[in-house]
């Protein structure tokens, strides 16, 4: 590429490698929080509309699909974030030519993946319904629902990948803008579509549709006009293997672990449906207040994967190690004054999105339960968004699947047993699995070369 660092200085970069880390860090994460709340305001609205507008069973059937449609995309996304930590850890080494191939190589790979991924999700979907235990009142609505959004799964696939990219070179504004844009189309069909159109479910996904696709052509249209090192050129666009294998390596295994995790979450929601309609009602309300109360946590770990990346790039180990610290310190103390809020405001959250009040009474028993303990999922998210950075990306794998997937199966098998029909075991089934995630990321970490796995040729 020539003249890199001319280029680099016109584009919307952040080099994160100088300064203060905190700084870096909250500057970083707070327009990716709000970005990821509009982004997560996808299915929130959707919830929403159909809650109050369509019916009961429309309202189960959207609200619990979240872990069916996450599989499908936790693939991808994994991907995008080795890609992600590949980008960033040359950018951190001022290699903008590798940054270039890197850019090229992902998104090239983005499209594929999402044409993979379509066809999978539509195959696949009578047999996730059954998996899932879809109640048959809830099943036309729900298979209605996720047909729709698997067949046009390229458009998210993409724009995650280059949102991806994006903040891989400190960019979290642009990704933030793209997101409030696709929101406010998609608010806007939901309620037409819904309301006016009186399509019920499948208006919900549509206008989800339109404004993924939208999102989609704004990212990709930053990247072809950008004049930096991530600028896409449609002659250059092709797969560099070296790159590929290095995204592979880095991505693999991040992708196991996010599409495994959404795959049990699958039979998480199966112990969930078996108690019911009002259970289910419950839980979702519970689900879309949780998603929420995550977001800062994510952003925050987030920025810390791509701080990381970047300083390690550089061969700043100790700045790295800094902002791992700074970042845990900074999860705790929201966890604190989330876990504090949300107790005391448990019934006005569940009834937001539903007003029965068998519902709001669940939703506040799951929320009163559960969030409390987020610092169990704090503490795995900071070190295995740290881990991935560093690029020592099969650890969090192992930790989740070992700890969030196998450890929570065999604990939802067993103390249902013991304890059947009793809800509080299944309750505590996502936080045991941080529990026993955490333990195992920070046994590894406290023994570890940080810098071992540093992807950078010198």
Known sequence: MSEPEKRKKKSKDVDMTEGSISRH???????????????????????WVVGNYASDAAFSAVGNVGPALNMMIAFAMGLGG????????????????????????????SAILGAILSVTGVTLLPGILKLM??????????????FLLYALMIPPVIYNIGAGVLRAVGDSSRPFYIMVVSCIVNII?????????????????????????????IVLWILFTE??????????L??????????????????????????????VQSYINAFGGTVMGGWTAYNKVAQIIQLPIQSITTALST????????????????????????????????????????????????????????????????????????TYQTFSAALRGAGHAKVPMFA?????????????????????????????????????AGIILLIYYSKVDLASNRLVED
């Open 400 to 436: 989740m699947l070992g700890g969030g997937v196998a450890f929570r199966q065999l604990y939802l098998f067993v103390l249902t047993h013991l304890f059947p029909g009793n809800i509080l075991p299944v309750t505590y089934a996502y936080p045991a699995g941080w529990l026993m």
């Open 238 to 267: 092709k797969i560099h293997r070296d790159m590929m294998s290095k995204i592979i390596n880095v991505g693999i295994p991040a992708a196991i672990q996010m599409c495994i995790t959404s795959f049990s979450n699958l039979f």
């Open 82 to 109: 080795g890609a992600g930590i590949v980008i960033s850890q040359y950018y951190g080494a001022h290699q903008y030519d590798r940054v270039n191939d890197a850019v090229h190589t992902a998104m090239l790979m």
């Open 189 to 217: 069909l939901d309620l037409l579509f819904v309301i006016k159109f009186n399509w019920g479910v499948l208006g919900v996904a549509v206008a989800t549709s339109i404004a993924q696709f939208i999102s989609c052509i």
């Open 307 to 378: 701080f990381v990346g970047q300083n390690l790039g550089k061969g700043q180990l100790d700045r790295a190690k800094r902002s791992i610290l700074i970042s845990t310190l900074m999860n705790y103390g929201f966890c604190i004054v989330a876990g504090v809020a949300v107790f005391a405001s448990a019934p006005v959250l569940a009834r937001f999105f539903n007003s029965n009040p068998a519902i709001v009474e669940m939703g506040t028993y799951f929320l009163r339960h559960i969030v409390p303990v987020y610092f169990l999922l704090a």
């Open 25 to 47: 860090i909250i500057s970083f994460a707070i327009p990716l929080l709000v970005g990821n709340l509009f982004q997560m305001l996808y299915n929130t609205v959707d919830t």
């Open 133 to 146: 235990k879809v109640p048959a009142d809830i099943y036309k609505d729900a298979h209605t629902y996720l």
């Open 227 to 236: 004049d930096g090192p991530i600028k896409l050129s449609l002659k250059k």
